[in-house]
């Protein structure tokens, strides 16, 4: 696979795939830009090479996607436009579509260090169907095809996959940073090594635990996944948020294995958008009306010691429900514990990052993935239609 930097790009229409796929808030302006920001040194060394630079992302999911090209302001991605122009300190150029003639003609009459952002990818149906005459009109637009969006190489899509058949193509900086960093410690891990795994649903996460048990010293599970294991176990958990379907496939995972920790006390309440009273309780003495919210002070003490001993540690997914104030001091703690530890520490998915932004800690990690999903997807060994892609067809350039 090439990267950007063993290419000449000078004058060239240099089509970039980014993940610009941002949180707004109530006033329609970007309120987390993380991800554009971590895709800026691509951004700005192809500007200090005379690129003609064309961006292309997508954002959220327009409900009238595929309805006859029914093209609208929905999702537009102008608030995204705008605070790249701020953050670059450029104007930054909007097609009002990623495809069709009128984009032909801007791209066509860019100039070097000039930028277009294209619209919304997923106005058009078939970008998620990896449509290969819709990944051609997208190649129509550059001469050579660089993908910086790690963050949606799990993804056959069009913009991300189908692409690489009609233009040559190469790694952004930051995917390659991205594959560089995971590639350590998928492949070649420091030990003790230790996995911090949270979130909601433990079926997107089974591969990835299953895939940790079998390297690392230590998986430490939080959140609401860990529910369904307790729940598994025979743990009372009262009305805490549990996947039901998922058992027949936990046992796969070896449960009672030592290197799994479990919380062993919570943050219970029966109102879980906190604004009720709450209380401390060990695991198993929750009550039948009550739900566990968060890792109570024992599990937070005992995480601790257990990232403390590490080398190396991976962490995706937050310990509770962190996006209230009465129930973010497990996947704080956690946080903490972690930046006082001398391991090599990696972490992502959004929820996590953003939780991590907001309170000023990003810079004390020693790296943090812009993906979620695709983060666990790589490490847990599964097939990134996105990188593949590169890795295929080698072009002269």
Not at 28 to 46: E, H, K, N, S
Not at 345 to 372: N, P, Q, R, W
Request: proline share 4%.
């Amino acid at each position: 696979m090439k990267m950007l930097k063993d290419i000449d790009v000078k004058n060239k229409r240099v089509l970039v795939r980014v993940d610009f796929n941002v949180t707004l808030n109530s006033a329609g302006q970007v309120f987390d830009d993380f991800r554009l920001r971590a895709t800026l040194p691509t951004i700005q060394y192809l500007k200090t090479q005379g690129a003609k630079i064309i961006l292309m992302a997508h954002f959220g999911r327009p409900p009238d996607s595929g309805k006859s090209k029914a093209i609208n302001n929905k999702l537009s991605l102008k608030p995204i436009a705008e605070k790249l122009s701020e953050l670059l300190n450029q104007e930054i150029k909007l097609a009002p579509d990623c495809v069709g003639e009128t984009v032909k003609t801007m791209a066509q009459e860019l100039k070097g260090g000039e930028i277009l952002l294209l619209e919304n990818l997923r106005w058009h149906a078939e970008e998620e169907k990896n449509n290969a005459e819709f990944a051609k009109q997208l190649a129509a637009l550059g001469e050579v095809y660089v993908n910086d969006a790690f963050a949606v190489s799990h993804r056959a899509h069009a913009s991300v996959a189908a692409i690489a058949q009609f233009l040559p193509g190469v790694a952004g900086l930051l995917l390659t940073k991205e594959i560089e960093n995971l590639s350590r410690t998928r492949d070649n891990p420091s030990h003790p090594l230790v996995a911090i795994i949270g979130g909601a649903k433990i079926s997107t996460k089974i591969k990835l635990i299953q895939s940790f048990l079998n390297k690392a010293e230590d998986v430490i599970l939080g959140g609401a996944l860990a529910n369904t294991i307790l729940h598994a176990q025979g743990v009372a958990i009262g009305r805490s948020f549990v996947e039901g379907g998922i058992f027949p496939e936990l046992k796969n995972l070896k449960l009672t294995s030592t290197k799994i920790h479990l919380p062993i006390d919570a943050v219970l309440s029966e109102d879980q958008k906190g604004a009720g009273a709450f209380r401390i309780g060990a695991v198993g003495s929750t009550g039948e009306r009550e739900l566990i919210l968060d890792i109570g002070p024992d599990s937070q003490k005992l995480f601790a010691t257990v990232i403390a001993q590490a080398k190396m540690i991976i962490w995706n997914g937050p310990m509770g429900l962190f996006e209230m104030k009465s129930f973010d001091g497990g996947t704080m703690a956690i946080a903490q514990a972690i930046i006082n530890s001398d391991a090599y520490s990696i972490v992502g998915g959004g929820e996590t990052v953003a939780f991590l932004e907001k309170l000023g800690f990003i810079d004390k990690f020693s790296f943090v993935s812009t993906g979620g999903g695709a983060m666990m997807e790589f490490l847990s060994g599964e097939p990134m239609p996105g990188i593949e892609a590169l890795e295929e067809k080698i072009y002269d350039l």
